[in-house]
């Protein structure tokens, strides 16, 4: 193994290195490999050593011992490649990511995976309020629980939960798949678009515009591949909740009116 010391380095903002900034590095670097102990860096030291190793050195597998649940960290990853967090993230890691693979084994804060365009995201344990807000692709499987307004604005991907849901999930959803194993709050699919909920457990109220659907052999091929790919454990029945489709009223709105919308 080799250590590498430290330099200076920085990165505007399409990741590119800029100098005269004092970085610590101090990661473990074993051919395409790499480990480094986050307990004494700050969270911008540790987002510029990921984008290092990633970004200047090629390495494409990095495992992030004690995180110790430091906000805003891992995000804006636009590469593929593995990273492995070894402990618990607090609020808005992981966001803006397209393309990596990433295990977190501990728990995450609020707004995890803000934003995520494609890549796959597991967090061993409980996430949040605001989990995958706005996520436009990618799977993002969360083994425990999640916290209130979950996946709001969803535009796309797909998102697994082993346990309950709170309050408002789904909400204003666009497109996607949501696949809850536990049970749900109040006002899930509130104001949905489109996209498809499936629920095991039981789901204390339905929200505006959010209906019962029709089960399609697609269902069960999506279920069945999502549940093996991610070896969890599949209820042994689900709900499906579509959209109702009676917010659709942009027609009907004056020509300067849906300007004004649009």
Not at 7 to 25: F, K, M, S
Not at 126 to 149: E, F, M, P, Q
Not at 192 to 201: C, I, S
Request: net charge negative.
């Amino acid at each position: 193994m080799d250590t590498v010391g430290e330099r200076r380095i920085t990165y505007d903002a399409r990741g590119l290195a800029e100098p005269n900034a004092e970085v610590p590095h101090v990661s473990e670097i074993d051919g395409g490999r790499a480990v480094f102990d986050a307990a004494d860096l700050t969270t911008r030291q540790i987002n510029l050593e990921l984008r290092s190793l990633i970004y200047e050195q090629g390495i494409r597998d990095v495992t992030v011992r004690n995180p110790g649940a430091k906000h805003s960290i891992g995000v804006g990853i636009l590469q593929r490649c593995k990273i492995r967090y070894e402990g618990s993230l607090g609020y808005f890691g992981l966001g803006v990511i397209d393309g990596p693979e990433i295990v977190v084994t501990g728990r995450v804060g609020w707004s995890v995976c803000e934003n995520m365009m494609s890549g796959v995201v597991v967090i061993e344990k409980n996430a949040g309020s605001l989990t995958g807000a706005a996520i436009r692709g990618g799977d993002l499987v969360v083994k425990g629980g999640v916290g209130a307004r979950t996946w709001i604005d969803q535009k796309g991907g797909t998102i697994m939960v082993g346990g309950n849901a709170g309050s408002m999930t789904g909400f204003m959803m666009q497109r996607g798949r949501q696949i809850i194993c536990g049970d749900v709050g109040d006002g899930l699919g509130d104001s949905m678009y489109d996209g498809t909920l499936y629920v095991a457990g039981k789901v204390k109220s339905l929200g505006i515009d959010c209906v019962p659907g029709e089960w399609t052999d697609a269902d069960t091929e999506l279920i069945e591949r999502k549940f093996r790919m991610y070896g969890l454990d599949k209820p042994d029945s689900f709900q499906k909740f579509v959209c109702g489709k009676q917010l659709y009223n942009y027609d009907n709105l004056e020509p300067s009116e849906k300007k004004l919308v649009i």
